[in-house]
């Protein structure tokens, strides 16, 4: 357990992002610099090496011109090439040593006021070996179709250009502790694949040197540093900063780093992505390794392209992913023809989501209803967490997290079964609103430690400082807690499908809203016709009632006047009814009134109506009758009637009163001379019809 307090940290930490490795008033053996004013026209300082290279004393150089000790060609051309340059970095002019007679590399830059040049002898690989080196490995990442591939390509790449012991590459965490994804190493030199480096051995200010100079390089990290001379500026008594440069001295805490891991040289070539630093090619010789600045370049290069590829790849892989996400959105809508509710689709294709999302449950939460399918909370537990997170969070965009532990909702769920979860609202209505819910599993791990993170803030002088590391001891540590993180482009597509459910959601409802609509609409006009049936019908014999035969009477009357038509009623009753109750009882009797309608009502021509005047009455309406027809029709009604057995009443007849109408007779009229005529019947004898004269 650490034995210091976070304040006492923060400081420390602080404390060594302030070292100003970017000043440190000398370089690195590896060659010699001289720094001159802004106009060219004089040496302000220049290393104490100087004379090993260009054969000349200090104090010589700091006396002369700088075509003295630079030569006029050189003062030239750099003369030309900042003033179009605006002072960036500057490659490619080339002098021999006075000394060595080896090919030397010039590279200028500005710092400030001043111009540095430094001189570094070419070495190693001739320009054309490393021409076709870079040019081969280019090929070969541009053929990488998986990202370890690449990654592992590219530490073989630069290892064939810089022939260091061990090349790893490493990409940064959020927190900026290093991971190595690839490595390519001599026999005999330890694996530090998989291991992680803590964020602390590369403090911030180093990391931020990495954005101003991408590539750096320590031949011999344990080689004595040149001091500069004079140290500082002679005109302002500024220190130089070396930032730009490639000779920049070794930091005694970084110098203290590299031996504490056996590491005798080394080359960190910085990998920038669209969103700044993502990694780092780190190469560690075990013995002193000079290394040519081509091959330096070259390295670079080959990071450069590797990212590019890498960016690439994660492109297409995002295109692919949204491309199975807009087919699911496709089965979607297809299903959504079907007019399923969003639960059922959730049923339907929970489990291609599962797979899509690498998720381990789905849930949705909408309205009052819950869906899962997977591995995931119970329905209650899925509403607790809708109703927190439409509390606590924007309903406009997704919520997410990979570490639930972390948040209120680790109270609540298993870390187990439940350690990520991605909720995206379903919008539908204010009223209305639900949540998809997609969880994550647990994914334990294992991290591999190179040293103890911990191990490096150390107690010196009474105060805690930031020192490197002593160890680099495997150290285990086990990870809990977390899901795989949820990508951005995971996020997105989520959000996709939960405005699909949303549409979905609201469309069924519509759909449910016109059904029930609909079947209310039917159940009302079943009930009207059951009150008009009610209204019209006679209860006993279903055929016309009194109310509806009296309609149809004036009706006929009125088109009779109007079209000059002819129109008969019969008004008949059954004789003797009375005994038939006395006798067989009044069901008996109602049995015998109901068989009597149908029989008449089945004797009747389609245009012809019958119904119940009252009691033991019925009147027929006959339409386009003359005398002749109704009294037709009345002998076919008697012979109807005779010839029915009515069970044990046995034969029942009628007498029929007809009447025609005659063009202005009311409707009381007409039916007042029929009930006559029918009295006429009665009284002849009855089972006959008599007609109104
Ligand atoms: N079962 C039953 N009987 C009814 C109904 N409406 C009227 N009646 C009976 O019909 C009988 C009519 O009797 P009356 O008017 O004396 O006539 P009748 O016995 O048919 O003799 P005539 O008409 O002179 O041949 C009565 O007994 C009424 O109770 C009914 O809806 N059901």
């Not at 100087?50 to 004393?57: F, H, S, T, Y």
């Not at 939460?365 to 819950?370: E, I, M, N, Q, R």
């Not at 149809?552 to 009357?557: G, I, Q, V």
């Not at 046995?650 to 039916?671: F, H, K, M, N």
Request: aromatic share 6%; hydrophobic share 40%; charged share 25%.
């Amino acid at each position: 357990m650490p034995t210091y307090s976070e304040e006492e940290l923060a400081e420390a930490l602080a404390e060594c992002a302030r070292e100003p490795v970017h000043i440190p008033g000398a370089i690195q053996p590896a060659g010699c610099l001289v720094s001159l004013n802004e106009d060219l026209s004089r040496v302000l300082q220049v290393s104490s090496n100087i004379e090993e290279l260009l054969g000349m004393p200090v104090t010589e150089a700091l006396s002369h011109p700088p075509t003295h000790c630079l030569g006029e060609a050189l003062i030239a051309r750099l003369d030309s090439r900042l003033a179009s340059d605006g002072g960036k970095v500057m490659v490619g002019d080339i002098l021999t040593s006075a000394i060595t007679g080896e090919r030397c590399r010039a590279t200028a830059y500005r710092s400030g006021t001043r111009v540095v040049v430094e001189i570094e002898p070419l070495r190693t690989l001739g320009e054309l070996e490393i021409l076709t080196t870079v040019s081969h490995w280019q090929t070969c990442l541009a053929e990488q179709n998986s990202e370890p591939e690449l990654l592992q390509a590219l530490a073989e790449g630069v290892r064939a250009l810089t022939q260091h012991d061990r090349v790893m590459v490493y990409s940064f965490d959020a927190d900026w502790n290093g991971l190595v994804e690839a490595e390519c190493r001599s026999e005999g030199v330890d694996s530090l694949l998989g291991h992680r480096f803590p964020a602390s051995d590369i403090p911030s200010q180093v990391r931020a040197l990495y954005d101003i100079n991408p590539v750096r390089s320590i031949p011999d990290a344990q080689a004595e540093a040149v001091a500069l001379m004079p140290e500082r500026c002679p005109l302002s008594g500024e220190p130089l900063d070396l930032s730009v440069g490639n000779l920049r001295a070794v930091s005694p805490v970084h110098q203290e780093y590299l031996h504490n891991m056996g590491v005798a040289g080394s080359l960190s070539v910085a990998i920038h992505g669209d969103e700044g630093l993502w990694g780092l090619v780190a190469c560690h010789a075990m013995t002193p390794c000079a290394l040519s600045p081509v091959s330096r370049d070259a390295a670079h290069l080959l990071a450069q392209m590797a990212i590019q590829r890498l960016q690439r790849l994660r492109l297409l892989f995002q295109q692919r992913f949204r491309q199975r996400v807009q087919e699911t959105r496709g089965l979607l809508f297809e299903t959504r023809k079907e007019l399923l509710v969003a639960g059922d689709l959730v049923q339907r294709h929970g489990h291609d989501w599962l797979t899509l999302f690498r998720a381990s449950g789905v849930g949705m939460v909408y309205a009052d209803t819950v869906s899962r399918v997977g591995k995931l909370p119970d329905a209650d537990m899925l509403k607790k967490v809708a109703a927190w997170l439409g509390e606590s969070q924007s309903r406009a965009t997704a919520w997410h997290s990979s570490a639930l532990g972390e948040t209120r909702l680790g109270e609540w769920l298993s870390p187990q079964c439940s350690c990520g979860l991605l909720a995206v609202p379903l919008s539908v209505d204010a009223s209305r609103q639900g949540w998809l819910m997609l969880f994550r599993e647990e994914q334990r791990e294992t991290s591999l430690w190179a040293g103890r993170p911990e191990d490096v803030p150390r107690m010196k002088d009474g105060r805690l400082v930031m020192s490197p590391r002593r160890s680099f001891e495997v150290w285990q540590q086990e990870l809990t807690g977390h899901s795989a993180p949820w990508q951005e482009v995971e996020v997105l597509a989520a959000q996709d499908l939960g405005e699909d459910l949303a549409i979905a959601a609201s469309a069924s409802e519509i759909f449910n809203l016109n059904e029930t609509l609909y079947q209310e609409r039917q159940a009302l006009a079943d009930a009207n016709r059951r009150l008009e049936r009610l209204a019209l019908t006679d209860p006993l014999t279903q055929i016309w009632n009194r109310y509806r035969i009296e309609m149809a009477l004036e009706a006929e009357l009125n088109a009779a006047a109007r079209y000059g038509r002819d129109v008969s009623v019969l008004l008949f009753d059954i004789d003797h009814f009375k005994s038939v109750n006395d006798r067989f009882g009044h069901e008996v009797g109602d049995r015998v009134l109901t068989l009597l309608a149908q029989t008449v009502w089945n004797a009747l021509r389609s245009c012809d109506a019958v119904g119940r005047w009252g009691g033991e009455e019925f009147l027929v309406l006959c339409t386009g009758c003359t005398d002749e027809d109704v009294m037709g029709l009345a002998s076919r009604l008697l012979k109807a009637v005779s010839e029915v057995d009515f069970d044990e009443v046995g034969r029942v007849t009628i007498s029929i009163g007809a009447a025609c109408w005659t063009p202005g007779e009311s409707q009381t009229d007409l039916i007042r001379r029929a009930d006559k005529a029918m009295y006429q019947a009665k009284k002849g004898g009855r089972n006959r019809a008599e007609k109104s004269e």
